[in-house]
Nanobody, 120 residues
Framework: QVQLVESGGGLVQPGGSLRLTCAAS????????MGWYRQAPGKQRELVAT???????NYADSVKGRFTISRDNAKNTVYLQMNSLKPEDTAVYYCNSDGRTVYNRRGVYWGQGTQVTVSS
C-alpha cells in the first residue's frame, strides 16, 4: 500500500514561515519524482513545486524565491519550506509522487493534504 503523509500545516501570520513534510511508504522513493500541489477553496489544484529523481526543481511563478522544495532519499521524505507567506498561499497542500512502487508497478499517488492558512 502506497502512503504519502503530509504534516506541518497550520495557521501563520503574513510574512511567516512553515515547513511541510511528506513521508512516503510503499514506493521506491529514489525512483520517484516528487511534488507539492495546492488547492484553494473554489479553485483548481495547482502545481507549487516539483523535484525530480535527479534533484532538479521547478516552481510556480507565484512561489519562486519564497518556497524551497527538497528531498531526503534516506528518509523517504520530501519537504516544502515556505517563507514570506501571503494570504493568497492559503490552501490545502498535497504531496504527490510519480514513479516506481515497491510492488514493481508505476503510478501517481497523492497524500490526504494539509491545511495552510495565512491570516492575521
Amino acid at each position: 500500500q502506497v502512503q504519502l503523509v503530509e504534516s506541518g500545516g497550520g495557521l501563520v501570520q503574513p510574512g511567516g514561515s512553515l515547513r511541510l513534510t511528506c513521508a512516503a511508504s510503499g514506493i521506491i522513493f529514489s525512483l520517484n519524482h516528487m511534488g507539492w500541489y495546492r488547492q484553494a477553496p473554489g479553485k483548481q489544484r495547482e502545481l507549487v513545486a516539483t523535484i525530480t529523481i535527479g534533484g532538479s526543481t521547478n516552481y510556480a511563478d507565484s512561489v519562486k524565491g519564497r518556497f524551497t522544495i527538497s528531498r531526503d532519499n534516506a528518509k523517504n521524505t520530501v519537504y516544502l519550506q515556505m517563507n514570506s507567506l501571503k494570504p493568497e498561499d492559503t490552501a490545502v497542500y498535497y504531496c504527490n509522487s510519480d514513479g516506481r512502487t515497491v510492488y514493481n508497478r508505476r503510478g501517481v499517488y497523492w497524500g490526504q493534504g494539509t491545511q495552510v492558512t495565512v491570516s492575521s
